[in-house]
């Protein structure tokens, strides 16, 4: 059974840092890996998106220079590093993934996407205040 786990989130005031963990099991993570998040009553939209493990990254405008995606193929674990947080970034994060390797071309193409990944974690809460 393939599962994907997300951990980290939390309360923190504007200005302050969190790192979420994405860890799966019952499937190698390892490619075309999203973040996306959620605020209720609105639209499941993407953060950013790691290729593989070295890169490279790509991420919404409000969120670059701020949030990095990383991977780690040898813990079976995406990250999510949020620095420099805003209230409006607060949402639940959620991890998205594909059932196999794809090209980097069509992550590209599909990684804002919520319908085109098959495997999601369940969620973790990220509160920022003022």
């Known amino acids: 059974e393939v599962q994907l786990v997300e951990s980290g989130g939390g309360s923190v005031q504007a200005g302050g840092s969190l790192k979420l963990a994405c860890e799966a099991s019952?499937?190698?993570?390892?490619?075309?890996v999203a973040w996306f998040r959620q605020v209720p009553g609105k639209a499941r939209t993407g953060v950013g998106v790691?290729?593989?493990?070295?890169?490279?990254?790509y991420y919404v405008d409000s969120v670059k220079g701020r949030f990095t995606i990383s991977l780690d193929n040898a813990k079976n674990t995406a990250y999510l590093q949020l620095d420099s947080l805003k209230p409006e970034d607060t949402a639940m994060y959620y991890c998205?993934?594909?059932?196999?390797?794809?090209?980097?071309?069509?992550?590209?193409?599909?990684?804002?996407?919520?319908?085109?990944?098959?495997?999601w974690g369940q969620g973790t809460q990220v509160t920022v205040s003022s």
């Open positions: 998205a993934a594909l059932p196999a390797p794809v090209s980097g071309g069509y992550c590209l193409t599909i990684w804002k996407n919520v319908g085109a990944f098959n495997y």
């Open positions: 790691i290729l593989h493990e070295a890169g490279p990254t």
């Open positions: 019952g499937y190698t993570l390892s490619n075309c």
